[in-house]
T-cell receptor
Framework: KQEVTQIPAALSVPEGENLVLNCSFT??????LQWFRQDPGKGLTSLLL?????REQTSGRLNASLDKSSGRSTLYIAASQPGDSATYLC??????????FGSGTQLTVLP | DGGITQSPKYLFRKEGQNVTLSCEQN?????MYWYRQDPGQGLRLIYY???????QKGDIAEGYSVSREKKESFPLTVTSAQKNPTAFYLC???????????????????FGPGTRLTVL
């Protein structure tokens, strides 16, 4: 059964810093991996989807990498802003074709 | 304006009652999903449906039931058999639930705003 771990659980940084969020998963047989953002009490917003054949995917200040063989993905946020404060969730899609979610990294960007 | 809607936003239930959470999408998506989120935890899959009139159990289906009579609607009933129903419930949809196209293209899941259920 797929298990997903996100480290750190919480992170606080000053505005303008570049930062990296980590995601590891135990079953490398995945089709793709999604990164989501969740604001308090809200639904999830998809940020990036990276396919198993890809190494990187970029959208604006966000860059996601995927190393399927080692079961790792990172989300890089450049020049962080207070509006980036949220919980970030990663979710690989495995052989059962369903998403398995990590518990998330709660990011606070201080002005 | 396309998207996924969930209602109500907040729901209170007395012990022993069944309640139904609504999920509607106008994205013309084939697949729909229900997840449960507890504080400080990731989402866990309750049920999913890849096509109308078909659905499968997820990881934590006990105490829940669903129907998929229309493509755009996937209501979730929380029954009295669910021992700890207080949670945040999220509905999602994706263009396709399975098939070779999914493996090649990947398929983004889009989420609704959620329903917070509290048992009194």
């Amino acid at each position: 059964k797929q298990e997903v771990t996100q480290i750190p659980a919480a992170l606080s940084v000053p505005e303008g810093e570049n930062l990296v969020l980590n995601c590891s998963f135990t079953d490398s047989a995945i089709y793709n991996l999604q990164w989501f953002r969740q604001d308090p009490g809200k639904g999830l917003t998809s940020l990036l989807l990276i396919q198993s054949s890809q190494r990187e995917q970029t959208s604006g200040r966000l860059n996601a990498s995927l190393d399927k063989s080692s079961g790792r993905s990172t989300l890089y946020i450049a020049a962080s802003q207070p509006g980036d404060s949220a919980t970030y969730l990663c979710a690989p899609r495995g052989s059962a074709r369903q998403l398995t979610f990590g518990s998330g990294t709660q990011l606070t960007v201080l002005p | 304006d396309g998207g996924i809607t969930q209602s109500p936003k907040y729901l209170f239930r007395k012990e022993g009652q069944n309640v139904t959470l609504s999920c509607e999408q106008n994205l013309n998506h084939d697949a729909m999903y229900w997840y449960r989120q507890d504080p400080g935890q990731g989402l866990r899959l309750i049920y999913y449906s890849q096509i109308v009139n078909d659905f499968q159990k997820g990881d934590i289906a006990e105490g829940y039931s669903v129907s998929r009579e229309k493509k755009e609607s996937f209501p979730l009933t929380v029954t009295s058999a669910q021992k700890n129903p207080t949670a945040f419930y999220l509905c999602a949809s994706s263009a396709r639930g399975s098939g070779r196209a999914l493996e090649i293209r990947g398929d983004t899941q889009y989420f609704g705003p959620g329903t917070r259920l509290t048992v009194l």
